[in-house]
């Protein structure tokens, strides 16, 4: 394995560097959308019997003990309820807008992770073909092991680059999906608790 890195050329520690911040960031959304995770309809139910009890402090207090979006933009509006609908909206947008962002949190950066590994396994190939055509130049065609080694680094390269992007690429898409579906809870529940 260590001798396939080596071969790669000098291109090889960017794809690993890469590879290491997509792994970490990987794990971090997956610990966090675990984290996160609520029941969404027990929640929402359970929300409703105290809205149904005018029992706003005791709404507030469900909420306080529970952990995720859902639960902190309720528990925002709530905390301006029965009070004006504009006040309560303004303190759900502004929920949102310290949720989302939690919520999307690295996904920018695991996009161009994606797309730089590719690139970078592309270079690689690049720089392998230039190398193995200096050498057919220098040697001639009589020394296929010069020429092969400047192959190798462009095809390993690549794979390389590949293997970093494929995966890193599946993540997004799954935590990006994750975001929109977390976010559509949101507004399910205080469509369903608030307006």
């Not at 260590?2 to 794809?15: A, D, Q, T």
């Not at 996160?36 to 309809?41: G, N």
């Not at 009589?142 to 993540?171: D, K, R, W």
């Not at 976010?183 to 205080?190: K, N």
């Amino acid at each position: 394995m260590i001798s396939y890195f080596l071969k790669g050329g000098p291109l090889m520690w960017p794809i690993l560097l890469c590879s290491l911040t997509a792994v970490a960031i990987i794990i971090e959304r997956l610990l966090f959308y675990h984290r996160i995770r609520i029941d969404e309809e027990k929640f929402v139910q359970e929300i409703k019997k105290f809205l149904d009890k005018k029992d706003i402090a005791g709404a507030i207090k469900y909420c306080e003990t529970h952990t995720g979006p859902i639960a902190t933009v309720i528990y925002a509006g709530l905390k301006n309820y029965p009070g004006p609908p504009a006040e309560r909206e303004k303190a759900i947008d502004l929920a949102n807008l310290y949720v989302i962002p939690a919520l999307q949190k690295y996904l920018p950066l695991l996009s161009t992770i994606a797309s730089i590994s590719t690139l970078l396994g592309f270079t690689g190939t690049v720089t392998g073909m230039i190398r193995a055509f200096n050498a057919i130049v220098q040697h001639g065609v009589s020394s296929p092991t010069i020429v092969a080694a400047g192959i190798a680094e462009a095809l390993i390269t690549t794979a390389a680059g590949l293997f970093v992007a494929i995966p890193t690429q599946i993540f997004y898409h799954y935590f990006s999906y994750r975001v929109e579906r977390i976010i559509l809870s949101i507004e399910r529940a205080v469509g369903e608790l608030l307006k």
